[in-house]
């Protein structure tokens, strides 16, 4: 066995030499990437024959741009800037940056438009390369004018001949050297393998009762969660995170500070879409840039994002008797010690979770519970369509068994008189529907007719994949969840305990 594994080791060396020598005196080999074309990107929106495209401006109208209001003034939509960077999300730009947001872009900036787009500033035709990279382009020059006093015609032959032939016993050493240090690999593993194998045919059969006499089976994976059900008839979709008072409390105060101050500076409120908590500090992501925050808010991010220290936010009053900004806001999940909330009503059509259906119901079934127990919810209405939440029936809940049971429901159930906003207002009027599979096509159009409606009642959720999802979510079997276009990556499982207080 020895003999064997030293010919064998033996065999190898000789081939790794044979490889090693060849390769050092053969320049293609030495030098592959010589021989490969340039790797240069290139997004679906450059292929197309004529794209049209915008070059971001330091300002417009005294104002930073940005994609909410470029989408406005070109495309007739500011809520169309999620398609303006799905265009462009990864899109490599003259600066070196990348467009990995939403809400952050740069002046200089090229942007690819919808197709539709129009308006002063649009431009139509192939896109401007990229620069070359400047080290690569300045090396040759560099080189040229490191000593210009040096004769070209007496320096060329001792170059040359410092290049071609070098130091020869330098070159053996190292390749003798590589060659050594595989070899001494190779044995080693070798060597390893062989005892394996040895200690495997001298181990004894395996017997019942005695699991280490030989290699044991790998061991099931646990269940999902250890914890006891409550008594009773577990649903699907049951949540796995408990709802987390203490949090809901802190969120809730400090929107209520935020509009506390704006009415008592006689400013507007600015739109929230998503708020981050974590254990000494609150961040509130805006739709579109403020100005001037009141106290004790701190703008950073170009405005984009309003962020205060829960110590200051407790110091300061908060009326009970004002309108949420975000009455259909729900947890994300979690990254790290930070919770990430998102306030659907900013959703402009169907809100898509695929992926992991289990996962996706769990899920849903947390923001239903969300929705129905958070302060800043007020009156949102909640109809779930093929999906049982683990709440029972009350007023503002409704559980039907189909999805066109729920689109009825959703359709007859609009409250006379009774408006939202999507940038905010009261929770009266507002509903959620959450479908547990995707809709045919003749229920997907009264789905949009639902998402269309003027005052922006309803909310669409569908479990599974559509064509149709503006917002789309995907989950994982680990609780994963990317929300796509929102640039946000969590944890769907349980928050940690005392978050919040």
């Given amino acids: 066995m020895a003999r064997r594994t030293f010919r064998r080791a033996s065999t190898l060396v000789l081939g790794l030499m044979l490889a090693v020598t060849v390769g050092a005196g053969s ?16 997004s679906l929106a450059e292929k197309r024959a004529d794209p049209k495209w915008y070059v971001v401006q330091s300002s417009y109208k005294g104002q930073p741009e940005f994609l909410f209001e470029i989408a406005e003034r070109f495309l007739g939509d500011g809520n169309r800037n999620l398609e303006i960077f799905e265009l462009n ?34 431009n139509i035709g192939p896109l401007p390369p990229l620069p070359e990279d400047p080290d690569a382009s300045g090396a040759p020059s560099a ?10 015609t007496a320096a060329a032959p001792g170059a040359a001949d410092s ?20 070899a001494g690999l190779v044995i080693g ?12 045919k001298s181990a004894p059969a395996a017997t019942p009762g005695l699991p280490y006499a030989s290699p044991a089976p790998k061991a099931p994976k646990p269940p999902k969660t250890t ?24 969120v809730d105060r400090a929107l209520r500070v935020l509009v506390t101050g704006s009415e008592a500076a006689g400013r507007p409120v600015p739109p929230v879409y998503g708020v981050s908590l974590d254990d000494t500090r609150i961040s509130l992501r805006l739709a579109v840039p403020g100005g001037d925050p009141t106290e004790p808010w701190e703008a950073v991010e170009s405005g984009r994002v309003w962020q205060s220290s829960l110590r200051d936010l407790q110091a300061l009053p908060a009326r009970n008797d004002v309108v949420s900004p975000t009455p259909r806001l729900v947890t994300l999940g979690t990254t790290g010690v930070t919770r990430e909330l998102v306030d659907l009503g900013q959703a402009t059509g169907v809100i898509s979770i695929e992926g992991d259906g289990s996962v996706a119901r769990e899920l849903v079934g947390a923001w239903v519970e969300e929705l129905i127990r958070s302060p800043w919810a007020d009156d949102v209405r909640v109809i779930a369509g093929d999906v049982r939440p683990h709440l029972p029936e009350m007023e503002r809940l409704s559980s039907l068994g189909s999805i066109r049971d729920a689109l009825t429901t959703a359709e007859g159930d609009v409250a006379e008189g009774a408006y939202a906003l999507r940038n905010g207002g009261s929770g009266a009027g507002l509903g959620v529907l959450i479908l547990g599979s ?30 149709q999802g503006r917002w789309r979510f995907t989950v994982h079997p680990d609780g994963r969840l990317d929300t796509g276009a929102l640039g946000l990556n969590v944890y769907t499982g349980r928050v940690p305990a005392g978050q919040g207080n």
Avoid at 101 to 115: K, Q, S
């Fill in 143 to 152: 080189a040229a004018s490191e000593s210009p006093d040096t004769d070209p």
């Fill in 438 to 467: 995707p809709p045919g096509a003749r229920d997907m159009e009264r789905v949009q007719n639902l998402v269309n409606r003027p005052d922006a009642a309803w909310v669409v959720i569908v479990v599974g994949q559509t064509r």
């Fill in 89 to 122: 999300k990864g899109r490599l730009q003259f600066d070196g940056k990348r467009v990995q947001t939403a809400e952050a872009i740069e002046p200089g900036w090229i942007l690819v438009l919808p197709d539709d787009a129009k308006g002063d500033g649009v």
């Fill in 163 to 182: 290049t071609s032939n070098g130091s020869p016993l330098l070159v053996i050493l190292l390749i003798v050297g590589v060659v050594l240090i595989l």
């Fill in 227 to 250: 914890k006891p059900r409550r008594k009773g008839k577990s649903a699907p979709g049951m949540s796995a995170r408990t709802f987390d008072t203490a949090a809901a409390w802190t």
């Fill in 189 to 200: 593993f070798l060597l390893i393998r062989r005892r394996r194998n040895a200690a495997d």
């Fill in 27 to 42: 320049p293609a080999l030495a030098s592959p990437s010589s021989s490969l074309p340039g790797l240069h990107g290139s």
